[in-house]
């Protein structure tokens, strides 16, 4: 083993490359005093991962010693086991949904909905916001009836009690709406027989998803987006694709930016779905759009 200042600098030196364009970050406090959590955890923050990401790569190359006893600065972690995520398959998991989404819809109404699952996107997800509960329970069980018979799955953004009363085939949940449910409502939710997606930004929101056995994990946002203001910068592929590695055993879903341009730098990190927005909405011809972006990920 070698000191922690010896192993930050090559653990830095090996993946600066990867990883260029993120700030170094302060380096938190350290959980640890060991040599190799202390040099990862340096390094990850001068590699510039937020405090709480930068914590989890520390304890993930701390525990990858502890099981193999090599540092392995070249190898970026990316073993379930270092980080602490559960062993699959899982004793109480959400219900199970495709490994591959396909070309992934985020829509803003009910109209939406059923335009695009007609187009023939495979995954299609209402994100209609609200605070009118009765506007809500119409335009949920709306986009349940619009998919019928175009064997597109729906997805209901946040409103996952109308999703179960109408019938939807899934939930998404963001972290905060993910934290702010009960243990209880978690069970409820889980044995409706719903799909549930969980949108995350970095290591330890991953682990936070992980902890409630979703169906899939939504990884975010992979380049600048203009729809929603968010707290962590854009990801980027190099992250991307070592987060798609540790989450391999998980269908997944890569959102933020994304337009046909990028999409075979994407789906070369492995992720099994490409979820869009503006390239859909925004689109003189959504349907012609649509078809456009169906052709491009099955030539890929």
Known sequence: M????TLAQAITAAH???FTGFPPQLVPAPASDAPVYLGALQACSTLGFIAHDAQV?????????ERTGSTTPAIW???AQDFGLQARPHAAPFAACPKQLGLYAVLPDAAWVGRMA???VPTVQLRFKSDDTAAIAREVLAAVQAVQGTGALLFINDHWREAIAAGAYGAHLGQEDLDALSTAQVQELRQSGLRLGVSTHGYAEMLRADAVQPSYIALGAVFPTTLKRMATVPQGMARLAA????LRDY???AIGGIGQEQFAGVLATGVGSIAVVRALVNAPDPKAAAVQLLQAMQSL
Do not use: I
């Open 77 to 79: 972690p990316t073993v």
């Open 57 to 65: 790569l520390a304890h993930a190359w701390q525990s990858r010693w």
């Open 16 to 18: 600066a490359a990867s």
């Open 251 to 253: 269908p997944t879903v």
């Open 2 to 5: 070698t000191d922690s200042d």
């Open 118 to 120: 007609r187009a023939g």
């Open 243 to 246: 987060y798609v590695a540790l």
